[in-house]
């Protein structure tokens, strides 16, 4: 696991660190989705029939935070309209973030929370120097560079 829960006082947010941007906007996906469930469908998610398909959004030309943001709204908007709850994708980012994701059907998924949105509050994406350090915050360890660093809070 490379992403870990951010409590706030009134949402929820994650923190993911990794060794690529393509990575870490997986992780993010994963981190996103994973909060929303309950125990008892984190238990029973990998039994469930998979199926693949394409998403893609733009990416932001130097701006990293803005396409992770489009990013976790896609991948919101598949699992709220089009019943389609990410288990898992590879990225590809170019003019175009392009995911090849698994999923299942969000119906059957039992959920404890619902994330109505992807906030820009305290949104941080970059990359991490050779030798700088992000200090973790609370239960989040430190992570020394090099590597790419994001923090995301969810207005719950």
């Not at 660190?17 to 984190?42: C, P």
């Not at 309209?81 to 980012?93: A, E, G, H, P």
């Amino acid at each position: 696991m490379s992403w870990w829960v951010l409590p706030t006082t009134a949402d929820i947010g994650i923190v993911c660190f990794s060794n690529t941007s393509a990575r870490l906007f997986e992780e993010a996906a994963l981190g996103l989705q994973h909060i929303l469930l309950s125990d008892t469908a984190k238990k029973s998610i990998d039994s469930h029939l998979r199926h693949t398909s394409q998403w893609s959004v733009e990416a932001t030309d130097g701006r990293d935070d803005l396409t992770l943001v489009r990013w976790l709204e896609e991948v919101l908007y598949n699992c709220e309209v089009n019943r389609q709850f990410l288990v898992d994708c590879q990225i590809k980012i170019g003019e175009q973030l392009e995911a090849q994701v698994s999923w299942i059907d969000a119906d059957i998924i039992e959920r404890e929370i619902e994330v109505k949105a992807v906030t820009r509050h305290e949104l941080e994406c970059r990359a991490v120097a050779q030798g700088e350090v992000i200090i973790g915050e609370q239960s989040i360890p430190d992570f020394e560079g090099p590597g790419w660093f994001c923090k995301v809070i969810f207005d719950i």
